[in-house]
């Protein structure tokens, strides 16, 4: 079964630092997302990225948050000053036909 | 904003017995998703429903989804131990991004 990977699974940074999240999605899949879940609670999508663009991004989705496709197979959420608040669990998703996504298992941000 | 309710936050089971979860959603959906997360991981495709009044089944698992396209429900007979985790409800609205918004989960727990 074709798989989301996601790296890192787990990632401490300190406040005001940047990092980046990367996702690989399934090859032949043409649309990719990314959301968040903070801890026990719901998760909320961030942002859709098809023809390498963003197609819609939500008001979390604000200029401290930035996607790109930099090779045609990996996908990143760049965080560029993280804030405390943006400790979550995300999870890059893809799709070949805008149902039934494919979740990766999850990259853990904890800012210290 | 769009939102998506689902209740009950949590369900506690006897194994054998059945269990219903219920999503409503503040504005019509071109369709609604179902998905699992077990305690830990991400969550997993089950199933999508894009027809009003639409009904479908997987071995024990029964998805409806509403006449007004705004509710559905998922309904669990004779729970197992392996049932145990968070189902989400997922509403996908008009827009040609595959953008979801999730209901809060309901997390079950099956006694033994």
């Known amino acids: 079964e074709p798989e989301v990977t996601q790296t890192p699974s787990h990632q401490v940074t300190q406040m005001g630092q940047e990092v980046i999240l990367r996702c690989v999605p399934i090859?032949?899949?043409?649309?990719f997302y990314w959301y968040r879940q903070i801890l026990g609670q719901k998760v909320e999508f961030l942002v859709s990225f098809y023809n390498n663009e963003i197609s819609e991004k939500s008001e979390i989705f604000d200029d401290q948050f930035s996607v790109e496709r930099p090779d045609g197979s990996n996908f990143t959420l760049k965080i560029r000053s993280t804030k405390l608040e943006d400790s979550a669990m995300y999870f890059c998703?893809?799709?070949?036909?805008?149902?039934?996504?494919?979740f990766g298992s999850g990259t853990r941000l904890t800012v210290v | 904003g769009q939102q998506v309710m689902q209740i009950p936050q949590y369900q506690h089971v006897q194994e054998g017995e059945d269990f219903t979860t219920y999503c409503n959603s503040s504005?019509?959906?071109?369709?609604i998703q179902w998905y699992k997360q077990r305690p830990g991981g991400h969550p997993v495709f089950l199933i999508q429903l894009v027809k009003s009044g639409e009904v479908k089944k997987q071995k024990r698992l029964t998805f409806q989804f509403g006449e007004a396209k705004k509710n559905s429900s998922l309904h669990i007979t004779a729970t197992q131990t392996t049932d145990v985790g968070t189902y989400f409800c997922?509403?996908?609205?008009?827009?040609?991004?595959?953008?979801?918004?999730f209901g809060q989960g309901t997390t079950l727990q099956v006694k033994p």
């Open positions: 090859s032949n899949h043409l649309y």
């Open positions: 504005t019509t959906l071109s369709n």
């Open positions: 997922a509403g996908g609205s008009s827009g040609n991004t595959g953008k979801l918004i």
């Open positions: 998703a893809s799709t070949g036909q805008l149902y039934g996504y494919t």
